[in-house]
């Protein structure tokens, strides 16, 4: 299977620094991705790793060990835009498959 | 600035209903893909095209269809609607044979369609 798992809810306050958790099964792997939705919208883009290591990208970090399938996305200095769901997804042969969501609560 | 439009935002329709969802991109893009998104269950891919007049199945194409007559546009249709269809559609393309190590092979979403079925 694809299996991609993920926690479904955090909560964190402004400013803090938070990390989002992403497990999957690494058969047929070919790139992490990780894209960003706000209620109501449609997903968008944050990063994408192929190697393991840390890709960093302003606020946002995410990193990659593939013999683990295991991934997280970083968030530093929280702010309150960026509650939103947070999306993993596994690249495989022509086609992307989703995780289920992570969605971020952030409070003042 | 809009690059992947999609022709409705809201729809209702009714069981046995034809539907039809529209999806046109402009950014020359070879792979076009459809999604819906259920609380829950996240985005599940429905079918892709990496071609004109190409199609894939993807996990969960049982009561649609595709078609990709044109490069630009990417329509998904409910042959007979049923209320377990009653979800948010989303589009994406994405450019670059899958394979290639790079970045670029980054999906862009249109807004969605919420489709209801009654």
């Known amino acids: 299977g694809q299996n991609i798992d993920q926690p479904t809810e955090m909560t964190a306050t402004e400013g803090a620094i938070v990390q989002i958790n992403c497990t999957y099964q690494?058969?047929?792997?070919?790139?992490l991705f990780w894209y960003q939705q706000h209620a109501g919208e449609a997903p968008t883009f944050l990063s994408y790793?192929?190697?393991?290591g840390l890709e960093e990208k302003g606020r946002f970090s995410s990193f990659l060990s593939r013999s683990k399938g295991y991934s997280y996305l970083l968030l530093k200095e929280l702010q309150m835009k960026d509650s939103a769901s947070y999306l993993c997804a596994k690249g495989g042969f022509q086609k992307l498959v989703f995780g289920t969501g992570t969605r971020l609560l952030v409070s003042p | 600035d809009v690059k992947v439009t999609q022709s409705s935002r809201y729809l209702v329709k009714r069981t046995g209903e034809k539907v039809f969802l529209e999806c046109v991109q402009d950014m020359d893009h070879e792979n076009m893909f459809w999604y819906r998104q259920d609380p829950g269950l996240g985005l599940r891919l429905i079918y892709f095209?990496?071609?004109?007049?190409?199609?894939e199945k993807g996990d969960i194409p049982e009561g649609y269809s595709v078609s990709r007559e044109k490069k630009e546009r990417f329509s998904l249709i409910l042959e007979s609607a049923s209320t377990n269809q009653t979800s948010m559609y989303l589009c994406?393309?994405?450019?670059?044979?899958?394979?290639?190590?790079?970045?670029?092979?980054?999906?862009?979403f249109g807004a969605g369609s919420r489709l209801t079925v009654l």
């Open positions: 994406a393309s994405s450019t670059l044979a899958w394979g290639k190590r790079s970045g670029a092979n980054v999906l862009t």
């Open positions: 690494t058969s047929g792997f070919n790139g």
């Open positions: 790793n192929v190697l393991d």
């Open positions: 095209s990496y071609d004109v007049k190409m199609k």
